[in-house]
């Protein structure tokens, strides 16, 4: 069971389909019972639900004793809310009309910390994203000003060990974070729309990091990426999503069936560091490696 979590109902009933949840990823140091501005950020949406899971505490990044960056725990948190909705709607004939499915496949966004979490979350288990349709749903993965792994947010070499540590232990502890190296782990998403906003004048993630993400998409001739760089914006800004090209992103939700399967293409790289921690790719699951960590 989740920790706790703030859900949204939609505007409108699920008229006899059950559409996707939106899950959305908060930011290091947001509570989002607290602060009212992450869950007022994001518009309130005509058919599905809006899911803002607390990542255990307002601090979900990698610090052991607050959180783990959406990873792991937090991880499993976030996904664990979508199956307490879903138990909750069932069990509740008042909320039949606004039911979920179960393990349902989602829509993805965050900021910041969130927004790595959204790249996290996504290339892990990328099954459980909507999307992988050629002229499917238009947006299924948001990830704003989020840093694209905690190694190249505070990379060791700024540390004051990184002076003058031994490059063998240097070796081991690079090869613990693996993991968490989401850019190593884009392939799995080549087929999910994704659209990457930053803002251009971020004074705390810089640009860099969603603009390389980007760049190894399209290197990996992911069709159905973009990137909005939004001039003139710092790190956060209100309208970070809530603007006409997140909303004509999230709109084209309504216009294909929810039920409508995911094809599978006649080739697909699949990337698993960590199997525990893995889902599945067009059903395809790695159950263990021969070599841990590679």
Known sequence: MPTAYLAVPPILGSAGKLYPPILA????????????????????????????P??????????????????????????EALDSLFFILKNNSHWKQWEIQSKPRFVLLGHSNGGQGAWYLASRYPDRILGGMKYAFTAEMIPAAGYIKSQAYVPLTMSRSGHFIDPALRGLLETSLTPDDNDLHLSNLVDIPVLAIHGAEDRNVPTWHSREAISILRAQEAEYVTFQEDAGKDHWYSTVFDNVVVRDFLGCLM??????AKKIPEEFTLTVSDPHASGSLYGWKIESLLLPGR
């Not at 607050?66 to 990873?71: A, M, S, Y």
């Not at 216009?255 to 409508?260: D, F, H, M, T």
């Open 25 to 52: 990823l908060h930011g290091a140091g947001v509570d989002i019972f607290g602060q009212q501005f992450w869950t007022q950020s994001i518009p309130r949406n005509k058919h599905s639900w809006l899911v803002f």
């Open 54 to 79: 607390s990542g255990r505490t307002s601090w979900a990044r990698i610090i052991v004793s607050n959180g783990l960056g959406w990873h792991g725990p937090s991880a499993r948190d976030a996904l």
């Open 255 to 260: 216009n294909e069936s929810p039920s409508q």
